[in-house]
């Protein structure tokens, strides 16, 4: 049983900073051999692509709203993957999904094969 377990959600200010974590817990899943990915659903929007990391962690891509802003980073020592966020906005206030795919990097949620439970994110102006 694969299980992700996201943290680090909370409510911050405009122009604050957050770091979100994902733990990946299971039995016969070697997380160094995943790409991670973040995704978000603000409310009433579809899932929306953040960052994603290749399993090495020597490759990153990112949506273009975060860039510059948004720094996905993993520890394969800790089967844990961060999405360090600074420089929020109000429209960055979503839920965080944290997910993990078999194959390399994708943009797309439905090539993801395993998601964590999300955690809340609200920017305040």
């Known amino acids: 049983q694969v299980q992700l377990v996201e943290s680090g959600g909370g409510l911050v200010q405009a122009g604050g900073s957050l770091r979100l974590s994902c733990v990946c817990a299971a039995s016969g899943l070697t997380f160094r051999t995943y790409a991670m990915g973040w995704f978000r659903q603000a409310p009433g929007k579809e899932r929306a692509f953040v960052a994603a990391i290749s399993w090495s962690g020597g490759g990153t891509i990112d949506a273009d709203s975060v860039k510059g802003r948004f720094t996905i980073s993993r520890d394969n020592a800790k089967n844990t993957v961060y999405l360090q966020m600074n420089s929020l906005k109000p429209e960055d206030t979503a839920v965080y999904y944290c997910?993990?795919?078999?194959?390399?990097?994708?943009?797309?949620?439905?090539?993801?094969?395993?998601w964590g439970q999300g955690t809340q994110v609200t920017v305040s102006s």
């Open positions: 997910a993990a795919r078999r194959s390399g990097m994708s943009r797309s949620d439905y090539e993801y094969d395993y």
